[in-house]
């Protein structure tokens, strides 16, 4: 798989933690594993230094996590219109 698929993975995934309880036991663990796995693909993709990765590794928050994944997803898609719209 690539980091973009991933990314949109892990992103559905945040997305339906940040709805559940959070003082959920199971959440918890999840967020901690999710987390984990959403700083390795910000690792690859930005490197350790970068803005995103400092703030998702430093937070314990789902919310934050999710916000910064939002961030990146709508970056995402404006540079892929903007490729798109050079490209025609």
């Known amino acids: ?5 991933d990314f949109q993975i892990l992103h559905g995934e945040i997305k339906k933690l940040g709805k559940l309880d959070q003082h959920n036991i199971n959440g918890t663990k999840k967020f901690s594993v999710l987390k984990d796995q959403i700083l390795t693909i910000l690792k690859a993709s930005f490197g350790e230094t970068s803005r995103e990765y400092r703030v998702v590794e430093l937070t314990n928050s789902p919310a934050t996590v999710l916000k910064v994944m939002n961030h990146i997803s709508a970056r995402s898609a404006a540079l892929t219109y903007q490729s798109f719209a050079v490209n025609i």
């Open 1 to 5: 798989m690539s980091f973009q698929s």
